[in-house]
């Protein structure tokens, strides 16, 4: 059975339906992200159908996921009650139509509505932030994955204002009457985006993740790496994303060099808890083995490209073709595999835990299919490696386009075991889950605001 840690209070977290509501909506933001680049490549879809599909992929499942992730485990971990029930509720149903409004406003050419749309998501984003943080600021002391979380939540609030006012540019000529220029604020948008908000809660969940399902603890040159992580990284972003925005290259240079190490040694800190893991392999370790490879290859081809020019658009997200290293091999991986085990765990607590003792329940890795896991780990690795060599090297051209076929069919294939989880397990149905009342979301008697 997937490991039960046996100090965590989960009692401190909010109700079954808050968390899974937000990641059966990301899986969701996940499948209409790849049908839309899998429309985009056979059909050329008109309008800004690339910035649709980087918002619906990156801001709706990645940081949705993350949303139910930290709504989730902050609490739990930290053991403190969470600031508000009600907040975590409303947060999902404020992003979520937000960014589909923009999504389709992209699509469709219609850029006067994009600002209005993403008032929505900025204002769930910030309530997200507002009740995370106020939930964090009970903590007596942050320890290394709680610091990360306020570093994140910072960058959400950062990222969403600098959104806003590129999405207000569609309409009125705001920069007009700023001191950075929109191409500055496009690049520090997306910097605090993806490394700071997105990476930043990666490493800050797999310091407590990689540790505790491997059964390992830090020791000799981990601590060395997760020194230089945790001051070097944080540093990084900022000076990358303010280097950006104002136009500087020294500031840009020094902060892309300290993300580079700080994500290289990472790489080394989570690959040495896979070899000296004393638990069964899972399909949370199996992705987390090629995130940890991902992140070693990432960093050694970034850093020649930010040292020599970190303002280029073709060096935005990385060196030269590496956006599919970094968003499927490490982001990707990274999601896939966590949502493997909170799912089915979060199940598993209320639906079987107090059974314990009385008559047989499953064990945790028995609520999803082995061979669905074992399939879509297949798709989407070989998609994954398909779309980066095809990235690297000159390939045929029906590589590309093959392999985001294979990552599709393995991102419908994950989708569809995770579900199962929810149709067969769960104590309410899928609608039940995403619909459940406000009222039975709260449950009074518990609710901490």
Do not use: K, Q
């Given at each position: 059975m997937s490991i039960v840690p046996g100090d965590i209070d989960t009692g401190q977290g909010p109700p079954m339906t808050v968390p899974l509501r937000h990641f059966v909506v990301a899986v969701g933001f996940l499948v209409g992200a790849t049908a839309l680049a899998a429309a985009d490549a056979a059909l050329g879809l008109p309008g800004l159908a690339g910035l649709a599909h980087v918002h619906l992929l990156l801001a709706g499942w990645v940081c949705i996921t993350i949303m139910g992730a930290m709504t989730q485990f902050v609490p739990v971990w930290s053991g403190v009650a969470l600031h508000s029930r009600r907040l975590a509720t409303a947060q999902l149903w404020l992003v979520a139509p937000g960014l589909l409004g923009m999504a389709g406003s992209f699509l469709l050419g219609a850029l006067g509505?994009?600002?209005?749309?993403?008032?929505?998501?900025?204002?769930?984003?910030?309530?997200?932030?507002?009740?995370?943080?106020?939930?964090?600021?009970?903590?007596?002391?942050?320890?290394?994955?709680?610091?990360?979380?306020?570093?994140?939540?910072?960058?959400?609030?950062?990222?969403?204002?600098?959104?806003?006012?590129?999405?207000?540019?569609?309409?009125?000529?705001?920069?007009?009457?700023?001191?950075?220029?929109r191409t500055g604020a496009v690049s520090a948008h997306a910097t605090l985006a993806v490394f700071g908000a997105i990476l930043t809660t990666v490493f800050g969940a797999l310091y407590q993740l990689a540790t505790m399902f491997t059964q390992t603890e830090l020791h000799g040159v981990d601590h060395h790496c997760c020194r230089v992580e945790s001051y070097g990284y944080p540093t990084g972003v900022l000076a990358l994303a303010v280097g950006r925005l104002v136009g500087s290259v020294p500031l840009a240079r020094v902060g892309?060099?300290?993300?580079?190490?700080?994500?290289?040694?990472?790489?080394?800190?989570?690959?040495?808890?896979?070899?000296?893991?004393?638990?069964?392999?899972?399909?949370m370790l199996s992705r987390y083995a090629v995130v940890a490879v991902a992140m070693a290859a990432w960093s050694l081809l970034t850093a020649p490209a930010w040292?020599?020019?970190?303002?280029?658009?073709?060096?935005?997200?990385?060196?030269?073709?590496?956006?599919?290293?970094?968003?499927?091999?490490?982001?990707?991986?990274?999601?896939?595999?966590?949502?493997?085990?909170?799912?089915?765990?979060?199940?598993?607590?209320?639906?079987?835990?107090?059974?314990?003792?009385?008559?047989?329940?499953?064990?945790?890795?028995?609520?999803?299919?082995?061979?669905?896991?074992?399939?879509?780990?297949?798709?989407?690795?070989?998609?994954?490696a398909g779309l980066v060599a095809a990235d690297l090297l000159a390939l045929p051209t029906v590589v590309a386009p093959l392999s985001g076929a294979l990552v599709a069919a393995g991102t419908v294939v994950f989708a569809a075991n995770l579900l199962s989880v929810l149709r067969n397990h769960s104590p309410q149905t899928l609608g039940g889950v995403l619909f459940a009342s406000a009222d039975r979301d709260q449950e009074p008697s518990e609710e901490a605001v």
């Open positions: 509505w994009v600002h209005v749309f993403g008032t929505l998501a900025l204002v769930g984003f910030w309530t997200f932030a507002y009740n995370l943080g106020r939930t964090l600021a009970r903590v007596d002391g942050l320890d290394v994955t709680e610091a990360h979380f306020a570093f994140a939540l910072t960058s959400f609030v950062a990222v969403t204002t600098l959104g806003f006012l590129l999405a207000l540019s569609y309409a009125t000529p705001v920069f007009a009457a700023l001191p950075v220029a892309g060099a300290l993300v580079c190490l700080a994500v290289a040694g990472f790489a080394v800190l989570l690959a040495r808890r896979l070899v000296e893991t004393r638990v069964d392999w899972t399909p040292l020599t020019d970190p303002l280029a658009l073709a060096y935005r997200f990385g060196g030269p073709d590496t956006v599919h290293l970094l968003a499927l091999g490490v982001v990707g991986f990274v999601v896939l595999g966590t949502l493997y085990h909170i799912v089915p765990f979060i199940v598993w607590v209320h639906r079987y835990s107090d059974l314990l003792g009385f008559e047989d329940v499953p064990m945790i890795d028995d609520l999803y299919g082995d061979r669905l896991a074992a399939a879509d780990f297949g798709l989407f690795s070989a998609g994954t």
